[in-house]
């Protein structure tokens, strides 16, 4: 039975129980069962946090250094990364109007995680320079610390500059790269431990969720999920498509058909990383991508542009935190942006990633990290539709970057399997 099936079968016993608890209020069936499933909550809970922070610092580092191998080419990667950060900032700025508009979250104070709440100090409300000053103070410090603390944000821009050093470094840190690489394989194997766990896990917090909390959460929850999907889609059909016309000449509608085979396999995998293959094959033989620049574009970008992830988890949070009964302000709403945006750049391209980047998002305004049991049940249903966009947007900007680079014949590297 795959790991989806298995998910979905475990939200499904987890809302029955927890009706069940609802039909023996203040029994001793009730309190040891809410023990029972806090437990396993709790160490599913623990288990994510405790591999979050060398997970993104590997990620990162790996991701960053492997502009290694396109240390000459300058015009073509900066071009990549500009395209990256477009649309991924475009990503968010839709994400975020469109979980205001809406007010996804808004009218249902959730209890569940008060204790958690009490132990954390959300930011106060700043001026823009006092933001900046802020974030300066908490971000560049010592990267011990920052471990130790838990600090995130701190964690990803020591990465950043390691990454960096690697990659002015070339071929003498050859060995620090390698090291890298092998560090991230195993954060990874963690990780699907982890993941063979969760339908426990979320087994037990939708339970809890369903047996302590008012039955209309749910209803706010179907109704983030369908605010967030149709973002998404619309990201995609329509932002992605009008970038590509506009910058890469191409008709949206003959993209879409050489495409359809990669970003039908993204649907079904909800893994970008296990698509790029295809996607690679479906740019070079059906786009008309040049194989060196495919080779080199879409795995870079499979690492740094992921425009579904980074909408999804802006837009959560935002939801999470109009739950709590907490209005984010707009300095906020920037540190959320900001985490959004290097979560997904830390992401790896495996099913249900965002369940782990998801934490460093919630805690970077003060949400406790165990508010993600919210999204656990459709989280791997809005994965698969985030992960079609994450592959459309690695395959756009390829075309878009061979427009722009076809004068150049230096041969690219190929990064589909860094060395």
Request: overall charge neutral.
């Amino acid at each position: 039975m795959s790991l989806n099936t298995q998910i979905l079968i475990a939200a499904i016993f987890g809302v029955i129980f927890g009706f069940i608890l609802n039909l023996f209020p203040e029994t001793a069936f009730l309190e040891m069962s809410l023990y029972g499933i806090g437990v396993v909550s709790s160490i599913f809970i623990g288990l994510l946090k405790m591999l979050l922070i060398p997970l993104i610092f590997s990620s990162i580092v790996v991701g960053v250094s492997n502009l290694q191998a396109g240390g000459q080419l300058s015009r073509v990667w900066k071009i990549t990364v500009a395209c990256c950060v477009t649309t991924t900032t475009l990503a968010l700025i839709l994400g975020l109007s469109c979980a205001h508009l809406f007010e996804v979250g808004k009218g249902v104070d959730i209890a569940m995680f008060q204790d958690a709440m009490a132990s954390h100090q959300t930011p106060d409300t700043l001026t823009p320079s006092s933001f900046f000053t802020n974030f300066i103070q908490n971000t560049l410090i010592n990267p011990f610390k920052a471990f130790a603390e838990g600090n995130v944000l701190a964690v990803v821009v020591f990465a950043l500059f390691i990454g960096v050093a690697l990659v002015k470094g070339g071929e003498k840190f050859r060995t620090v790269r390698k090291l890298s690489q092998q560090f991230f394989y195993i954060m990874m194997l963690m990780i699907g431990w982890v993941m063979k766990l969760a339908p426990l896990g979320i087994f037990a917090l939708l339970a809890k969720l369903i047996a302590t909390e008012d039955i209309s959460v749910l209803s706010r929850l179907a109704e983030f999920a369908a605010v967030v999907t149709g973002t998404t889609i619309f990201h995609g059909l329509v932002v992605l498509p009008l970038l590509l016309w506009i910058f890469g000449k191409m008709n949206p509608m003959t993209f879409f058909k050489g495409t359809r085979v990669a970003l039908i396999t993204a649907f079904a995998t909800s893994s970008s990383s296990a698509t790029m293959p295809l996607s690679l094959k479906c740019a070079q033989e059906n786009l008309g991508v040049r194989p060196q620049t495919a080779g080199f574009v879409i795995p870079l970008g499979t690492q740094l542009n992921m425009d579904g992830t980074a909408l999804y988890e802006a837009a959560a949070a935002l939801f999470i935190a109009n739950l709590m009964g907490l209005d984010l302000t707009l300095s906020q709403q920037l540190v959320v942006c900001l985490t959004a945006m290097i979560a997904s750049l830390g992401a790896p391209g495996i099913p249900s990633a965002g369940m782990v980047t998801m934490i460093m998002v919630l805690q970077s305004v003060g949400l406790p990290a165990e508010a993600i049991a919210i999204l656990l049940p459709i989280d791997r249903l809005l994965d698969t539709v985030r992960t079609v966009v994450n592959v459309q947007g690695d395959m756009m900007i390829s075309v878009v970057v061979d427009r722009h680079t076809k004068d150049l014949d230096a041969p690219l590297p190929n990064l589909s399997n860094p060395s």
